[in-house]
Nanobody, 117 residues
Framework: VQLQASGGGLVQPGGSLRLSCAAS????????MGWYRQAPGKRRELVAT???????YYADSVKGRFTISRDNAKKTLYLQMNSLKPEDTAVYYC????????????WGQGTLVTVSS
């Protein structure tokens, strides 16, 4: 199983970015997928997860600004991030095989999101 995240970059406060995570293998459609992030000097934290059937869960810090989605046919996970804030700056990781509130064993390589003017 491999997870390949992409879409990070530099964006101004208030801007938007869309992250993608392409998965290999047959596990994608049957498993919970999620996005986690780790800011400098901080622990990795849950951002959002989505069940195999499309039910999302969001951390309070991103609720109303971020949207997680998945395309099981394309084996791809997405994170649409709007109204970005400097405190959203972090390396974002996709994750698979866990639960709605906990990470699984499969991690992508991470993509850096920097929110700065």
């Amino acid at each position: 199983v491999q997870l390949q995240a992409s879409g990070g970059g530099l964006v101004q406060p208030g801007g938007s970015l869309r992250l993608s995570c392409a998965a290999s293998g047959s596990f994608f459609s049957a498993n919970v997928m999620g996005w986690y992030r780790q800011a400098p000097g901080k622990r990795r934290e849950l951002v959002a997860t989505i069940s195999s059937g499309g039910r999302p869960y969001y951390a309070d810090s991103v609720k109303g600004r971020f949207t997680i989605s998945r395309d099981n046919a394309k084996k791809t996970l997405y994170l649409q991030m709007n109204s970005l804030k400097p405190e959203d700056t972090a390396v974002y990781y996709c994750n698979g095989g866990g639960g709605s509130f906990s990470s699984g064993r499969y991690w992508g390589q991470g993509t850096l999101v920097t929110v700065s003017s």
